[in-house]
Nanobody, 128 residues
Framework: QVQLVESGGGSVQSGGSLRLSCAAS????????MAWFRQAPGKEREGVVG???????SYADSVKGRFTISQDNTKNTLYLQMDGLKPEDTAMYYC??????????????????????WGQGTQVTVSS
């Protein structure tokens, strides 16, 4: 059974940092495409960053240079290091995965419709 469990959200001040974790079970995370998405109240879910099975990454322009995606294969866990946080980063953050798909284009990687497994989300709030 595929399961994704996010953790690490919280409240920080502008300029602060957080690290989100997504513990995967029921499949090998590093062999499939995974991603982080976020959704703010009243807005559509947007792709933050995706990672392929070969480690290739696709970042949204809004987070380039501030956010970093990584994986710990021994823990089957995906991470999102968020530095230089801004109030506009406030949102619910979701981990997503798609099986039997080792590679994606950038557009596919940041598109919610590309993924069929989702975590429950973890809230990130950035105050000014």
């Amino acid at each position: 059974q595929v399961q994704l469990v996010e953790s690490g959200g919280g409240s920080v001040q502008s300029g602060g940092s957080l690290r989100l974790s997504c513990a995967a079970s029921g499949f090998t995370a590093s062999s499939n495409c995974m991603a982080w998405f976020r959704q703010a109240p009243g807005k559509e879910r947007e792709g933050v960053v995706g990672i392929d099975s070969d480690g290739s990454t696709s970042y949204a322009d809004s987070v380039k240079g501030r956010f970093t995606i990584s994986q710990d294969n021994t823990k089957n866990t995906l991470y999102l290091q968020m530095d230089g946080l801004k109030p506009e980063d406030t949102a619910m953050y979701y981990c997503a995965a798609v099986l039997w798909t080792p590679f994606m284009t950038t557009a596919e990687a940041l598109g919610a419709s590309s993924y069929n497994y989702w975590g429950q989300g973890t809230q990130v709030t950035v105050s000014s």
